[in-house]
């Protein structure tokens, strides 16, 4: 009976792993639907996006596998070479012909003939850092200095390598993590709230120094006072949403698609979403990731130490918070900001890192 018990315990998540792979075939499906006249217009191959997300697909898939296979114990070895690693990675975004701009940022890494996104490693990076310091630290983190001081330190030198990009989404993304760690970890609720009452006026500084973060802002206020320019993707966003009604136009019917609406593929997935599929289809997408996050959670309250509880919950933050903001910015209730669906959205480096997230997720799952 022990046996048994004890090999039933070794099972992984199954409804997290569930919900993953749905909502990764809901976003394969989608990617193809939604680009498919982009790629014939630029690529004259209707499947070309649809072909390099199905190799994203299976690198992520690999990639989750393994993780799933190796302890995340062992992680903690890579706490300290990786945070170095992600400094180097994130300075050489800073040399010409290294970092590649897109979209006014330099967020891509040309090394070797590949590009990849380093931001979406270094993500993972920073919460097996945390995961790894806070649990060290853990009997002094009512102490800001010997404590707490050293995390904040590390986390606020890659969070300025960020806005250097410049990746403002990113970097707040971050600091909330880096908020969420330290008050599961222990730390004091001043000196947490001396930290928020830090980061707001930073925060706006920030906005205020850019103009096109302000720009964005007026947009997501107002965005049909400068409909041809600012306003134009939030409203072309609403427009999908819209149009789908309850049950959608129909998968591959969409119009939003043809040109109207920006990145249909990456950022404005859901739109597309909500066109073809209606209030069902963006439903069952924000009911899944409402499951993921709170089975996240759980393994995190379960795990059978503090270096696990803060890893699921730091990767289940990162997964959560992303999602949170892309679906808030294209419904119009937040100021877009540029980043992607975790599972659903077209793209390499982002969705490999997420499901390799999924498998440390899974593995300490496994151990709880």
Known sequence: MDAVVRNE??????????????????????IYSSSSIIALEKFKDGQYFLKKQLFFVFVGMTSMIIMTKISYTQLRKWAYPGMLLSFVLLSMLLIPHLGMKRGGATRWLNLFGFSFQVTEMVKITIVIFLAHLLTRKSHQ???????????LAVTSIAILLILLEPDFGTAVIIAAILLLM???????????SCLVAA????????????GYRLTRLTAFLDPWKDADNTGFQIIQSLLSFGSGGTFGVGIGDGMQKLFYLPEPHTDFILSIIAEESGFIGVAIVIVMFAIFAYRGFMIALKAPDLFGTLLAAGLTMVIALEAFINIAGVMGLIPLKGLVL?????GGTAFIMTMTAVGILLNISTQT
């Not at 983190?141 to 995390?151: A, N, Q, W, Y």
């Not at 330290?182 to 004091?188: D, N, S, V």
């Not at 975790?342 to 077209?346: G, K, M």
């Open 342 to 346: 975790p599972f659903l959205s077209y």
């Open 182 to 192: 330290l008050c599961i970890a222990g730390a004091q609720i001043k000196h947490l």
């Open 199 to 210: 980061f707001i006026p930073v925060g706006v500084a920030l906005i205020l120094y850019k």
């Open 9 to 30: 315990d070794k099972l992984p998540d199954i409804i997290l792993l569930l919900v993953t792979l749905i909502l990764v075939t809901v976003g394969t499906a989608m």
């Open 141 to 151: 983190l009512k102490d800001f200095s010997r404590g707490v001081l050293i995390p």
